[in-house]
């Protein structure tokens, strides 16, 4: 089953960036996903079931 993204979906991660943050918003949609650090704006490529294993929870959903 895949999870429903949708762009600017806000969500934090089971481990934290490096600068601190833990919190991403989600940029690009398709196999890889695009996410953007919240705190420091790093851009990060990952792929859709990495991501999808990674999700702890949804702060805010996109439109």
């Keep these: 089953m895949v999870l429903e993204l949708k762009l600017g979906d806000v969500v934090r991660l089971k481990k934290g960036h490096p600068c601190g943050g833990d919190t991403w918003q989600v940029n690009r949609l398709g196999a890889d996903i ?5 705190k420091c704006r ?3 490529l990952i792929p ?4 999808e294993r990674r999700i ?4 805010s959903r996109g439109s």
Excluded: N, S
């Design 42 to 44: 790093r851009y990060v």
């Design 48 to 51: 859709r079931p990495d991501l």
């Design 56 to 59: 702890k929870e949804f702060i």
């Design 34 to 38: 695009g996410i953007t650090c919240v």
